[in-house]
């Protein structure tokens, strides 16, 4: 395995994924393909950014002639396809342009790869990074498990549902070697603060409100981002080809549980008094069709292949926490310009 490309790697996932491959293996090539759209930020990747294995090409996943000639030009091995519109609020807001990415995007790459590998598929490799949302939303009892039944709610996981879906076509009828991982919530450094957790983060510091929605009931399965592309590594070496994964981090917090520890850790590091964080949590509109609870089962990523997550939550938060107060230029930066508007119009009507 020598030429390997990703995608979306100047994203928050993406930008671990390509440092852990770059750091681990300096006899891989790595491109990392990305867009640039507002989510994606060569910041996030600076401290690998002349690294003699790595290199960047700004690029669209949905631009099938750019797609052919990448793949002819560097003659990867490997893909592993984390590009895609993340955010589920901007999906209600925008579905179209979740299909045209996720979906079409995602096909864009299957055919490239599919083209470029006919006749020598011995040994490659193309891993769909995918989301836990697929599966829909749980009630208080159960997992998620790889064969639990696919029911998208939103605009977001139908189109990862969807590129979950033609990956496994072209297995199953190009018998092209894919692997798939379904994760749980990612937190970390360079979360971009349209997320629950670098947004109450960076709200705290700014002493702005902490828009809860609904009543704060909702239940996410959180899990450290290093955590996550470590299972991708060892997925992507070491898991069976046409299989899927599910990684979590058995770590279930209802986001209002999750939002007080957020407060009560930033009164400390900030220096602020106990519950003066706590005073800026707001109840807000719910979203649109907002799903109850997710939670993984990752028993057989963690049977077949070893995998478990490293971190304890409270710790893992606090290095988040320290990661940002560390780095407000960084947050300053991604917060200028088109946030200050995305903010205004998703929570003013809220
Ligand atoms: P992100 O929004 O932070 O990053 C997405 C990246 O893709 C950005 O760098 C963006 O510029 C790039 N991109 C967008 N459209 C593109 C296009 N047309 N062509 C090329 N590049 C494009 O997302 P993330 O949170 O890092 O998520 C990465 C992947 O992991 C996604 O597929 C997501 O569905 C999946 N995932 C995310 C989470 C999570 O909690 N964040 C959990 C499970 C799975
Ligand atoms: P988010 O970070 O957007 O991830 P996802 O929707 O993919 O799970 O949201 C996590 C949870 O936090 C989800 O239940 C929605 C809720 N939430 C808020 O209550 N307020 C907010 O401002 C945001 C962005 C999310």
């Not at 979906?103 to 470029?116: I, N, P, S």
């Not at 696919?150 to 009828?173: E, I, L, M, N």
Request: proline share 4%.
């Amino acid at each position: 395995m020598k030429n390997i490309l990703i995608t979306g790697g100047a994203g928050f996932i993406g930008s671990h994924l390509t440092r852990l491959f770059v750091t681990k293996y300096p006899d891989y090539n790595i491109v990392n393909l990305d867009k640039l759209t507002y989510a994606g930020n060569l910041e996030n990747l600076r401290d690998i950014e002349s690294a003699p294995n790595y290199r960047f090409v700004k690029g669209d996943i949905v631009d099938m002639e750019q797609m052919r000639a990448v793949f002819k030009q560097y003659n990867f091995d490997g893909v592993l396809h984390c590009a895609a519109e993340s955010h589920v609020d901007r999906s209600i807001t925008d579905p179209l342009s979740f299909v045209k990415t996720n979906v079409l995007g995602t096909m864009t790459l299957l055919q490239a790869a599919k083209e470029h590998w006919t006749g020598n598929m011995e040994g490659k490799i193309f891993y769909h990074i995918s989301t836990d949302e697929v599966y829909g939303s749980l009630g208080t009892e159960g997992f998620f498990t790889e064969t639990t039944a696919y029911d998208p709610r939103s605009p977001y996981s139908a189109s990862k549902a969807s590129s979950d879906h033609f990956v496994r076509a072209y297995y199953h009828t190009y018998k092209l070697p894919v692997k798939i991982s379904n994760c749980s919530n990612n937190y970390g450094p360079y979360h971009f603060p349209e997320k629950l957790i670098p947004l109450c983060i960076h709200n705290i510091i700014h002493n702005k409100p902490l828009p809860i929605y609904g009543k704060g009931e909702n239940v996410r399965d959180w899990l450290y981002v290093e955590d996550h592309v470590r299972a991708i590594d060892t997925i992507f070496h070491n898991g069976k080809v046409g299989e899927t994964y599910n990684i979590g981090g058995h770590n279930e917090w209802t986001n209002i549980a999750l939002v007080k520890e957020l407060c009560r850790q930033m009164d400390e590091k900030l220096g602020r008094a106990p519950g003066t964080n706590e005073k800026l949590i707001t109840y807000v509109q719910d979203r649109a069709g907002h799903d109850m609870r997710y939670a993984i089962d990752a028993t057989k990523l963690k049977n077949e292949l070893g995998w478990l997550p490293s971190l304890q939550f409270e710790e893992g938060i606090s290095k988040t926490i320290d990661w940002y107060l560390a780095n407000t230029e960084w947050l300053n930066h991604v917060t200028s310009g088109d946030y200050k508007k995305y903010y205004e119009e998703m929570y003013a009507g809220r």
